[in-house]
């Protein structure tokens, strides 16, 4: 066994990757208040910003925040990427589908979230049909996605519910969002702070 000190001003957490092999049979749509837009390229880096922050600020989601305008634009709007947000009837966004088609018949879900406030209300369920139709484009064989013991407590358990399989386990250190100015408040803090 071995133990490995994380360094101070950093985090580690456990990733695991779960796939999916086959298109999933037909089910009776969910039911949601909700509606599905396509952010097409070019997106608007601040919209996107502000929703990837909203959503992912309890769980410390850093990967697009620390990215240079440059990077993010050429990340978002490439040809292989697929942005979709479920907003309410008012058209607030507040859930983030973010789909990637650039490994050979594969789609990766790099991003799927909700506000806070809006889960445990079957809006994730509603959004994951919508995400796995998505993703499942002819010639897709794979669809895969990742979360991490820093995301919502019951994020494995509903990934493997709607037919994801893990396959692969990562232990991940980076800089605490909270400490480099990504996060200027403290948005989750039953991580703590070292």
Known sequence: MGISVVPHGELATIVTCLEMRQRPAPALPARSALKLLRWPAPVDLA????????????????GRLVMDDAELAATLNASTTAVHVATRRDGVPIGLIE????????CEITYFGLAPGMTG???????????LRLAWRDGIERVWLHSCDL???????FYQGAGFVPFERWVETYPDPRLDGTYADNPAPNVPII
């Open 47 to 62: 919209a996107f910003r502000s929703l990837f922050r909203q959503i992912g600020a309890p769980w410390l989601w850093r």
């Open 99 to 106: 789909l990637d088609f650039s490994a050979q018949a594969t």
């Open 121 to 131: 209300h079957g809006h994730g369920r509603w959004m994951m049909e919508h995400a």
């Open 151 to 157: 995301d919502h407590p019951a994020a494995l358990r």
